[in-house]
T-cell receptor, first 115, second 109 residues
Framework: EAGVAQSPRYKIIEKRQSVAFWCNPI?????LYWYQQILGQGPKLLIQ????????DSQLPKDRFSAERLKGVDSTLKIQPAKLEDSAVYLC?????????????FGPGTRLLVL | AQRVTQPEKLLSVFKGAPVELKCNYS??????LFWYVQYSRQRLQLLLR??SRESIKGFTADLNKGETSFHLKKPFAQEEDSAMYYC???????????FGTGTKLQVIP
């Protein structure tokens, strides 16, 4: 079974530029998560999708961050415009169902540096 | 607000010594508690969860609701245990997952 895929793996941009990250979850996984992990901190949940609907986006800075999951499979996370404090690793995770005891599986992450 | 606290950024132990990684939490209701591990150059992965009450790679963790703690323990540390460990909690069904800041475990040969 292929794991969660993310691209790009690394991105360097200047502040005020835009950037987009892509995530392909494990086949058949209905739930998808985006996390932000700043250096020295644990992952922070940004948004959770169930199929193509948003379950929780309470910690997503909506003035600059947006995410979508068209067709309930792949997802993109966008930052526009980027700030220095957005430098972090962006992790995508997926899970088969919305409930139950199945775990979430993480992708390798996209490391973003904003200069 | 839900919160997970891991007081130690770094824990160094000698091979064969016991290990205890501390985790305290605050949550209104009945949370689900987890330990995740990230080995060097690998993805974050689930180590164990309190519901399963299992031992994985010799690690165990007991949920203490009175002390709101979920400490991770292993009686004899191995070099391959060196990694970053994160405690996490969620509402029922993996809702609103919150991670701690992590503890780096270094096992000295």
């Amino acid at each position: 079974e292929a794991g969660v895929a993310q691209s790009p793996r690394y991105k360097i941009i200047e502040k005020r530029q835009s950037v987009a990250f892509w995530c392909n979850p494990i086949s058949g996984h209905a739930t998808l998560y985006w996390y932000q992990q700043i250096l020295g901190q644990g992952p922070k949940l940004l948004i959770q999708f169930q199929n193509n609907g948003v379950v929780d986006d309470s910690q997503l800075p909506k003035d600059r961050f947006s995410a979508e999951r068209l067709k309930g499979v792949d997802s993109t996370l966008k930052i526009q415009p980027a700030k220095l404090e957005d430098s972090a690793v962006y992790l995508c995770a997926s899970r088969r169902t919305s409930g139950g005891q199945e775990t979430q599986y993480f992708g390798p992450g996209t490391r973003l540096l904003v200069l | 607000a839900q919160r997970v606290t891991q007081p130690e950024k770094l824990l160094s132990v000698f091979k064969g010594a016991p290990v205890e990684l501390k985790c305290n939490y605050s949550y209104s209701g009945s949370p689900e508690l987890f330990w995740y591990v990230q080995y060097s150059r690998q993805r974050l992965q689930l180590l164990l969860r309190h519901i399963s009450r299992e031992s994985i790679k010799g690690f165990t963790a007991d949920l203490n609701k009175g002390e709101t703690s979920f400490h991770l323990k292993k009686p004899f540390a191995q070099e391959e245990d060196s990694a970053m460990y994160y405690c996490a909690l969620s509402g029922r069904g993996y809702q609103k997952v919150t991670f701690g800041t992590g503890t780096k475990l270094q096992v000295i040969p």
